[in-house]
């Protein structure tokens, strides 16, 4: 047993953030006292060295509005799309323009991923103000206004329905059926202890999107793995928010990572259990094989290790478990890749 001396935090009523609140203390004082003028650019969790930093100076404020500077976020957004290009192509639909489609969701998980954090950005910059790890971000920290960043938000939306509209008519509408999602997830966190549920909900809308661009319609094994997504989103949030936790007692924001405490590392098993039983599912549906059976089990190996490397009063481990998903989604996607390539032998 390691002699590291470990705190823990025991599960909350709605209530009670004392535990927190002590500890958050300083770190607030010491970025409410801070100017912005004084402070770097660069968030704390941004890529060390990103190319945003070597970017024009006039645009680096508007790519780190964006998140350019940690592409975490886009892959996140993209992977269920992929997934679910890969799970209509396994299920005889889609062929060589799976391939476009795939192009067409790269794009437009960057550029919407970055109007969602523009938009975020603009309903949270007070909030944003009083934690340490967003307090640099470019509205709180005085690099752009918010008439500047809802202007930025227009241009990144209008490129996105640029690429939307390259899709068929299900496609399209099933897209812009996201926007009330989207528009409600900043305001989540504060009106109920799940605003990472929200997000899952949100972020894993392009796996029904791809599906019904490959096929022109919506089934089962769609929503199957919608909700696989979803779980997988709960798990990862999760971890990523024990690192506001402290900050967010403080102030009063409500997360996932606040209202379970020491409970979280069961919760985290059991969210990445469930998104491989419905990813199972999905392949079921679409009458899978044992090579789509076989393709899950790299993902069950790294979900398992996340869970025994999570540790929740370590924020950098929490960044690096949290960012390693990018892994995990990119190998669920051997699943469906597993069971064409068997298809097609």
Same mark, same amino acid.
């Given at each position: 047993?390691?002699?590291k *001396?470990?705190?823990t935090?025991?599960?909350?009523?709605?209530?009670?953030?004392s535990?927190?609140?002590?500890?958050?203390?300083?770190?607030?004082?010491?970025?409410m006292?801070?100017?912005?003028a004084?402070r770097?650019?660069?968030?704390?969790?941004?890529v060390?060295?990103?190319w945003?930093? &070597?970017?024009?100076?006039f645009?680096?404020?508007?790519l780190?509005?964006?998140?350019?500077?940690?592409p975490?976020?886009?892959w996140l957004?993209l992977?269920p799309?992929?997934?679910?290009?890969?799970? !209509?192509?396994?299920? /005889?639909?889609g062929g060589l323009v799976a391939?476009?489609h795939? !192009?067409?969701f790269?794009?437009?998980?960057y550029?919407?991923?970055?109007a969602?954090?523009a938009?975020n950005?603009?309903?949270?910059q007070d909030i944003?103000a *009083?934690?340490?790890r967003?307090?640099?971000?470019?509205?709180?920290?005085?690099?752009?206004?918010t #008439?500047?960043a809802w202007?930025?938000?227009? !241009?990144?939306?209008?490129i996105?329905l640029?690429?939307?509209?390259q899709?068929? &008519?299900a496609?399209?509408l099933t897209?812009?059926?996201?926007?009330?999602?989207?528009?409600a997830?900043?305001?989540?966190k504060?009106?109920?202890?799940?605003p990472?549920a929200?997000?899952?909900?949100?972020?894993?809308?392009? !796996?029904?999107?791809g599906y019904?661009a490959a096929?022109g319609a919506?089934?089962?094994?769609?929503?199957?793995?919608?909700?696989?997504?979803?779980?997988?989103t709960l798990?990862y949030?999760?971890?990523y928010?024990?690192?506001? *936790?402290e900050?967010?007692?403080l102030i009063?924001v409500?997360s996932?990572?606040?209202r379970l405490g020491?409970k979280t *590392?069961p919760?985290?098993?059991a969210m990445f259990i469930?998104?491989l039983l419905?990813?199972?599912?999905?392949g079921?549906l679409?009458?899978?094989g044992?090579a789509f059976?076989?393709?899950?089990?790299p993902a069950?190996?790294?979900?398992?290790?996340?869970?025994r490397?999570?540790?929740?009063?370590?924020?950098?481990n929490?960044l690096?478990?949290?960012?390693?998903?990018?892994?995990? /989604?990119?190998?669920?996607?051997?699943a469906?890749?597993?069971e064409?390539i068997? #298809?097609s032998?």
């Amino acid at each position: 047993m390691s002699a590291k *001396k470990q705190r823990t935090y025991t599960a909350l009523p709605p209530r009670d953030i004392s535990p927190f609140v002590g500890a958050a203390i300083p770190r607030y004082f010491a970025v409410m006292t801070n100017p912005p003028a004084a402070r770097s650019e660069a968030t704390p969790d941004a890529v060390p060295g990103a190319w945003v930093d &070597r970017a024009p100076r006039f645009a680096r404020a508007y790519l780190r509005l964006m998140r350019a500077d940690r592409p975490i976020g886009a892959w996140l957004l993209l992977l269920p799309c992929w997934w679910s290009v890969a799970l !209509a192509s396994a299920g /005889g639909a889609g062929g060589l323009v799976a391939v476009w489609h795939a !192009a067409l969701f790269a794009i437009g998980a960057y550029v919407m991923r970055g109007a969602g954090c523009a938009y975020n950005d603009i309903v949270d910059q007070d909030i944003d103000a *009083k934690v340490a790890r967003t307090a640099l971000r470019p509205l709180p920290a005085g690099a752009l206004t918010t #008439r500047q960043a809802w202007m930025f938000l227009v !241009a990144l939306c209008l490129i996105g329905l640029a690429v939307l509209v390259q899709f068929n &008519r299900a496609a399209i509408l099933t897209g812009l059926a996201a926007l009330a999602l989207v528009a409600a997830y900043p305001f989540m966190k504060r009106i109920t202890w799940w605003p990472q549920a929200w997000l899952g909900l949100t972020f894993n809308w392009g !796996a029904l999107v791809g599906y019904a661009a490959a096929t022109g319609a919506l089934a089962p094994e769609a929503f199957a793995l919608y909700a696989a997504g979803f779980f997988w989103t709960l798990g990862y949030d999760t971890i990523y928010a024990h690192q506001d *936790k402290e900050d967010d007692a403080l102030i009063g924001v409500k997360s996932s990572a606040l209202r379970l405490g020491a409970k979280t *590392k069961p919760f985290i098993a059991a969210m990445f259990i469930a998104t491989l039983l419905l990813f199972t599912l999905a392949g079921y549906l679409i009458g899978a094989g044992p090579a789509f059976a076989a393709g899950l089990l790299p993902a069950a190996a790294h979900f398992f290790w996340q869970w025994r490397r999570l540790d929740i009063d370590d924020g950098h481990n929490c960044l690096s478990l949290f960012k390693s998903n990018r892994d995990a /989604g990119l190998l669920l996607i051997m699943a469906p890749i597993c069971e064409l390539i068997a #298809r097609s032998l």
